[in-house]
C-alpha cells in the first residue's frame, strides 16, 4: 500500500570495502571496481565506509583519491570519517586535493563524538593525556572552516615560496566543498548542530531511541527537527540496508534472508545505554522491497536513497544487489538515470 508521494530524485550506494585480513589488495581492488560498476549502472552517488581495526577501508581519504582515478561522472562520499582522530587542518588538506582530483565529485560525510575503540587507538594517535582531547563538535566547524579558502594572517602577511611572495591559505582551494559536507545524525541534539551549523544530514538504519521505542518515530522526529533548523534547504541522504533476492540463484537467497534473520533480534528494543535502535533489513523481491520501503514514514521527506550494502556479503553479491536496486527499484521511487545528469552540488 503506498501513502504519500515518493520521489527520489538521487540515489547512491554505501560499500564496506571489505578484504580478506591477509590480502587487502584484492578486496580494495575489487571494491574499486564496484564503484566503477555503479558509475557504469547510473548510480549518482558511491560512498565508502571508514572503519579502524577491521579489514575494511581504514582511510577513505586514500581509498577515495583512487576512486577519483576509476571514474568519471559518480559522486564520491565518505560515510563516515570520525573527526575525532583527525587533524582538521591536514584533513581538510586532503581532501581538497581529492575534490580536486575528482574535478569537483566528493562528498564529506563526518561524525564526532568519541571516537570508536579510543581506548586502543588514542594512545598511539595522540600525544599527552587523550582523555582530556577536544572530540567535541567544534572539530568539525574548524575543519569546515579550513575548506572555506580564507587568507591566513592580514593582507600584509605573506610567505616565501618557490614561485614568490604568496599569501597563505590553504591548499588546494576546492571551490565548493564546504558546501558539500554531511553530519552523520542520530539524536535530536546532533541533528539540530547539523541543521543550525549548515550541513546537510545524513540517516541510516541505525539511531538514537529518545522517549519511545520506535525507530520510525524516532527518526521523523530527527528529520523534523533537523529541517526546522535548516528551515528546509539541507540535503538529506536516507538510508537502508536494501536487498533484492530477484537475480540472484536459490542458495543466495537462503544466504541472504539467514543474514537477515540472525539480525532482526537487534530490532526489537533498544539496544544498550544509548537506547540504540535498528530498522529491520529489507530483503526480498523488487515487489515486496518496495511495498515496505512505501511503508516506510521517512521516505515521503526525502529525495536522495543511500543504498547500505551488508558487511558479510561477496563482491559477486554485491553486484547482483546494486543491479537490481538500480534497474528494478528505483524507477519505481521516481528516480530517472537520465535526470540532472552532469549537475553538481554547489
Do not use: C
Amino acid at each position: 500500500m503506498r501513502g504519500q508521494p515518493v520521489s527520489i530524485r538521487h540515489i547512491g550506494f554505501l560499500t564496506p570495502g571489505n578484504y580478506p585480513d591477509d590480502d587487502p589488495l584484492s578486496g580494495l581492488e575489487k571494491t574499486l571496481q564496484l564503484l566503477a560498476y555503479g558509475e557504469q549502472l547510473g548510480f549518482d552517488s558511491a560512498w565508502a565506509r571508514q572503519r579502524h581495526l577491521e579489514p575494511g577501508i581504514s582511510s577513505a581519504t586514500a581509498f577515495l583519491a583512487a576512486a577519483t582515478q576509476r571514474t568519471t561522472r559518480i559522486e564520491l562520499g565518505t560515510a563516515v570519517i570520525p573527526i575525532g582522530y583527525e587533524s582538521p587542518y591536514r584533513l581538510a588538506e586532503d581532501l581538497s586535493t581529492v575534490d580536486v582530483l575528482s574535478r569537483g565529485r566528493l562528498n564529506i560525510g563526518l561524525s564526532a563524538g568519541r571516537p570508536l575503540h579510543a581506548d586502543l587507538i588514542a594512545p598511539l594517535a595522540f600525544d599527552g593525556d587523550w582523555e582530556t582531547y577536544d572530540f567535541s563538535h567544534d572539530r568539525v566547524l574548524r575543519f569546515a572552516d579550513n575548506l572555506r579558502g580564507r587568507y591566513l594572517g592580514d593582507e600584509s602577511t605573506f610567505i616565501k615560496t618557490p614561485f614568490g611572495p604568496q599569501r597563505p591559505r590553504l591548499q588546494p582551494y576546492a571551490k565548493g566543498l564546504v558546501n558539500r559536507i554531511w553530519y552523520g545524525g542520530g539524536s535530536l541534539r546532533s541533528v539540530r548542530w547539523a541543521g543550525e551549523n549548515g550541513f546537510n544530514l545524513l540517516i541510516g538504519n541505525v539511531t538514537t531511541g529518545e522517549q519511545t521505542e520506535d525507530f520510525f518515530v524516532a527518526q521523523l522526529r530527527q528529520l523534523e527537527t533537523y529541517q526546522v533548523a535548516r528551515s528546509g534547504n539541507g540535503r538529506v541522504a536516507f538510508g537502508r540496508v536494501i536487498v533484492p533476492i530477484d537475480s540472484a540463484d536459490p542458495p543466495t537467497r537462503r544466504r541472504y534472508f539467514d543474514y537477515a534473520a540472525g539480525r532482526d533480534e537487534r530490532t526489537l528494543a533498544p539496544q544498550g545505554e544509548r537506547r540504540t535502535l535498528f530498522a529491520r533489513d529489507i530483503v526480498g523481491t523488487s515487489d515486496e522491497i518496495l511495498e515496505r520501503l512505501f511503508a516506510d514514514p521517512i521516505l515521503p521527506h526525502v529525495s536522495e536513497l543511500r543504498l547500505e550494502l551488508p558487511y558479510e556479503f561477496e563482491d559477486e553479491e554485491y553486484r547482483q544487489i546494486i543491479h537490481d536496486v538500480i534497474t528494478l527499484i528505483a524507477p519505481e521511487l521516481g528516480w530517472s538515470r537520465e535526470a540532472d545528469k552532469g549537475k553538481r552540488p554547489a
